[in-house]
C-alpha cells in the first residue's frame, strides 16, 4: 500500500468554479502534511503546510482529518494560472516525506 | 527562491558509466534530500543527509551512493547507470527535519 495516495486527475474546471482535492495517507503516526504545487517541468513548490485545525491562504484551504487520515485542499474562485499539478506530502516525524503522484488541475476559460 | 543549484541540469549518458549530479546550497541548512520523479510514482527518495558525513537511505536507494563533505554540497552518484534510472532528479533542502523542503531545478538524466 503507498504511503500517500491522490487521485490523478485531471480535473477540468472553468475560471471561478471551486474544486477540492483529497489525499490519504497511510501511517496514522505521521505529523506534518503540506500541499505542493508544480507545474511542467518544473520543481515542486510550496503551496501551503496543513495545520490540525485547517488553516487558508487567501483561495486556498487546507483541511485535516486525522480520524480518517486524509488531507484536503480547497480552491475557491479558480484561475487560470492555478493550472498545475497539486502534491500533497506526508512525513512521519523522522527524516523521510512521502509524495503523493500529484492531482492535475486544468482550469479553461 | 531557496538558493539551491543542482547541475548539470540536463545530461545523457550511456550504460555502464559512472554519473555524479551535484546539488549546492547557499542557505546553511542542515538537511538535504535526492529525490528521483518518474511518472506514475510521484517523487521517491533516494538518499537524505542530516549532517556533514551523516546520510541514510531512502526508499529507492539501490544503484546510488550520497556523499557530503561539507554543509553546502550534497552529491547524488550513479555507480555504474542502467536504464532504469533515467529520471528527473530533485535536490531539496530543509531547516529543520520535519518542516517544508525547498526544492532545486531538477536534473533531467538519459542513460541510453
Known amino acids: 500500500r503507498k504511503e500517500v495516495e491522490q487521485d490523478p486527475g485531471p480535473f477540468n474546471v472553468p475560471e471561478g468554479a471551486t474544486v477540492a482535492f483529497n489525499c490519504t495517507y497511510s501511517?496514522?503516526?505521521?505529523?506534518?502534511f503540506f500541499w505542493y504545487r508544480q507545474d511542467c517541468r518544473k520543481e515542486p513548490k510550496l503551496l501551503m503546510s496543513?495545520?490540525?485545525s485547517g488553516n487558508e491562504d487567501g483561495r486556498f484551504t487546507a483541511q485535516l482529518n486525522r480520524a480518517s487520515q486524509y488531507i484536503s485542499l480547497l480552491i475557491r474562485d479558480s484561475k487560470l494560472s492555478d493550472s498545475a499539478t497539486y502534491l500533497c506530502?506526508?512525513?512521519?516525524?523522522?527524516?523521510?516525506?512521502?509524495f503523493g503522484s500529484g492531482t492535475k488541475l486544468n482550469v479553461k476559460p | 527562491d531557496a538558493g539551491i543549484t543542482q547541475s548539470p541540469r540536463h545530461k545523457v549518458t550511456e550504460t555502464g558509466t559512472p554519473v555524479t549530479l551535484r546539488c549546492h546550497q547557499t542557505?546553511?541548512?542542515?538537511?538535504m534530500y535526492w529525490y528521483r520523479q518518474d511518472p506514475g510514482h510521484g517523487l521517491r527518495l533516494i538518499h537524505y543527509?542530516?549532517?556533514?558525513?551523516?546520510?541514510d537511505k531512502g526508499e529507492v536507494s539501490d544503484g546510488y551512493s550520497v556523499s557530503r563533505s561539507k554543509t553546502e554540497d550534497f552529491l547524488l552518484t550513479l555507480e555504474s547507470a542502467t536504464s532504469s534510472q533515467t529520471s528527473v532528479y530533485f535536490c531539496?533542502?530543509?531547516?529543520?527535519?520535519?518542516?517544508?523542503?525547498?526544492f532545486g531545478d531538477g536534473t533531467r538524466l538519459s542513460i541510453l
Open positions: 531539496a533542502i530543509s531547516k529543520v527535519r520535519n518542516q517544508p523542503q525547498h
Open positions: 501511517n496514522s503516526a505521521s505529523q506534518s
Open positions: 496543513v495545520y490540525s
Open positions: 506530502v506526508v512525513n512521519n516525524n523522522f527524516n523521510k516525506f512521502y
Open positions: 542557505e546553511n541548512h542542515r538537511y
Open positions: 543527509s542530516y549532517g556533514v558525513k551523516d546520510t
